[in-house]
């Protein structure tokens, strides 16, 4: 039986936490619950009802198989495929779960209740066979964290004793838990929650606070987040000291000190964390903690994120001052980023209610997440690259089980989220984003349904209905694309002069049927990557445009259940003969023209070159899908035109070659990378040095497994490795390895500072020939490998 949720239990509870000397973030504002904001139709209400075929074309019982199969119960179903069998096992189910409860909470119909119920059913009967506490699906899980809790630890940036991020996966259960009790009400999931988080606590107890920040260096998701959730919760302060327990200092200190460290770690590692920084704050703990999210928030939304308001290259933040890696790059911003950084968002909002979060908000959920899904066949997008005429890959229900999988079921169930917002003590009502919906204002007996056909029109008007006459704030976001819009109330002008980037208040006793009217003109701007470069994005108002420049080459464009199927394998096309935007950059945006008659529709003939892509329309980018695209151009003045083109031309002559030559490579430090190729090692670490990642031994070793393709000739002609490095490092002495033989003993000298170099090796014929290569990295006695940035096995020249 469904139970009342008790409406107190994320917003007060941090009054009941015990006395210290920590003041919490008292609240300014709260958004609405799912429950309370009907979509009408538009493109996020399609949005969702793609999502729900989607969701519905999943299975219970394989979402269950890998937590029966770890507690040692049958399965009537095997596990996913995908990363749901590559040690990665159960961390889909706590999304899907989420995802079940939000359709629970808009009223999508019994069936959502059914297989939320059986989902934590399942969960339930596993966590009663283990008999602890604990539920989980991770590869012998039990195994691991009995050595966790013993204090047996071999902590990497992605592995805890050889297990792949499992607080990481373990986290996603904790949020679908807290989820199906918040927005379902199901009690079930609420007892199991709380017996998980008492398992947590348990476990942990004897690790010393080293010990914990050391694991903390191993990626683990939200998990401060979620123990401050079951804080707000229970009401029981254990809770929320494991929170802080559980929260990186590495992090988090040089955010406080408003220290920006974040050039070479991987993005959406942090941007968890920081989500919990900022909760733990809101519900007791140090306010100085939302500080320096908001500080976090600053620099990723801004100077660290490109114009849809994504993040980071090969998931890994890319230096400031220079964005060209990304640029050049398959693996564009990742989805799962920005679900977090709309969920940062959502919080600072909380505290402040600024208008700066809601542009961002926008700017992102239309550009991004709205984009991130396939509006025919629902599949989700893990890397969208702004290379130039590139192109993006979509997942398959059944087959593909990606992180941005998980986050992707969630994302396009929640765009009630916050639309709307309200004031503290009730008396403001807040519009953040201009999307078709009702919205029931429970605590006032008051509705507001907003019409409108945003973006596709520049205009938005708001109908209240109310039982009784009565006073209230209205507060209308002035976007920071908008210079100024015009209000009318029920017909009449209302004056306000507000700026963009604020809230335009309308304040007033509102009457049944009141309405009022907003304009919000928009016009056209390039806005250039942070760095600098002459590259820049086209946007109409909020709304990122762009061309659809061909179909030919789009390998894997519909994903298989392949470790790195996420990945656009298609081959680059070459950035010399990419279309750019040629011309004086004072008159580049009035070149671009709307085309008659069609909505957000526009050409600039006059100013593309090549001529053959003249024709070239651009559209917003949530309507481009299946085709490669232009979202980021080059613009250069028609006198650098054919300068600039000679040089791409060079480059792009050499780069293109050696990825031609290409058959496999790592990139040491990175998680996706390192797992993808059998990462192995003893004694060895991670580093970063001017935003490329690395990795180096002291005394010990670290192998790739590389792979050979069946490439006609690619034996015959050779085999070589190209190894990157630091060339200023000296003094490291180490031998390289393929398949257990020296193929080369290395003295570094430093002799090429403020570099990185690369150097060839052969690989032995015979080598060559027998396939799969272990390639090992083995430093000599009392000695270090070199810091390794790059290996690549080529075809020889």
Known sequence: MRTLRVPVVLGCFWLMASAQAEVPVARQAETFPLARVRLLDGPFKHAQEVNRRYLLAHDVDRLLAPFRIEAGLPSPKPKYPNWESMGLSGHSAGHYLTALAQEVATGGGAEWQRRLDALVAGLAECQQAGGDGYVGGIPRGRTLWNDIAAGRHNFQSFSLNGAWVPWYNEHKLFAGLRDAWLLASSTQARDVLVRLADWCDTLLARLTDEQMQAMLGTEHGGMNEVLADVYAITGDAKYLRLAQRFSHRAILDPLLRHEDRLTGLHANTQIPKVIGFARVAELGGDASWRDAARFFWTRVSGPRGVAFGGNSEREHFNPTEDFSALLESREGPESCNTYNMLRLTEALFRAEPAARYADYYERALYNHIL???????????????????????????????????????????????????????????????????????????????????????????????????????????????????????????????????????????????????????????????????????????????????????????????????????????????????????????????????????????????????????????????????????????????????????????????????????????????????????????????????????????????????????????????????????????????????????????????????????????????????????????????????????????
């Open 371 to 797: 984009a991130s899904q396939h509006p025919g066949h629902g599949g989700y997008v893990y890397f969208t690259p702004i290379r130039p005429r590139h192109y993006r890959v979509y997942s398959q229900p059944e087959v593909c089980f990606w992180c941005c999988v998980g986050t992707g079921m969630e994302n396009h169930g929640k765009y009630g989220a916050f639309i709307y917002g309200r004031s503290a003590d009730n008396d403001a009502l807040f519009v953040n984003l201009f999307v078709a919906s009702e919205l029931d204002w429970t605590e006032r007996g008051v509705r507001v349904r907003q019409e409108t056909a945003f973006p596709d029109a520049e205009r938005t008007s708001l109908v209240v209905s109310t039982a009784k006459p009565q006073r209230f704030a209205v507060r209308v976001r002035h976007p920071g694309w908008c210079e100024r819009p015009v209000v009318t109330v029920n017909g009449q002008t209302f004056q306000a002069l507000t700026a963009p980037a604020s809230y335009l208040e309308i304040e007033r006793e509102w009457r049944d049927g009141d309405r009022v009217e907003i304009a919000l003109p928009m016009r056209t701007t390039l806005e250039r990557l942070p760095d600098g470069l002459d590259y820049a994005a086209v946007l109409h108002g909020p709304i990122v445009l762009a061309a659809r420049t061909g179909t030919d080459g789009l390998e894997g464009l519909v994903a298989n259940d392949g470790r790195m199927g996420h990945i656009a394998p298609g081959p680059y096309l070459p950035l010399d003969r990419a279309p750019m935007l040629v011309g004086d950059e004072t008159k580049l945006v009035a070149a671009i023209r709307p085309v008659p008659g069609r909505a957000l529709a526009f050409t600039a003939a006059d100013v593309i070159k090549p001529q053959e892509f003249g024709s070239l329309e651009l559209v917003p980018f949530f309507r481009v899908h299946d085709a490669r695209y232009m979202l980021y151009w080059r613009t250069v003045s028609a006198e650098k035109y054919p300068e600039v083109v000679a040089a791409l031309e060079a480059s792009e002559r050499a780069r293109l070659a050696l990825e031609a030559r290409t058959l496999d490579f790592v990139a040491p430090g990175e998680q996706q990378s390192e797992v993808e190729h059998g990462f192995a090692g003893e004694a060895t670490r991670s580093g970063t040095l001017h935003g490329r990642r690395s990795r180096e031994a002291t005394g010990g070793w670290f192998a790739y497994k590389l792979n050979v393709p069946a490439v006609t000739g690619s034996v015959a002609t050779g085999l070589e490795l190209i190894v990157t490095y630091d060339g200023g490092e000296r003094g490291r002495s180490f031998d390289l390895l393929v398949n257990d033989r020296i193929i080369a003993t290395v003295e570094l000298k430093g002799e090429q500072r403020d570099r990185f170099v690369d150097v060839t090796y052969a690989v032995p014929a015979d080598l060559a020939a027998t396939g799969p290569l272990t390639v090992k990295f083995a430093a000599k006695e009392k000695n270090r490998t070199a810091s390794i940035y790059g290996v690549r096995l080529v075809k020889v020249e």
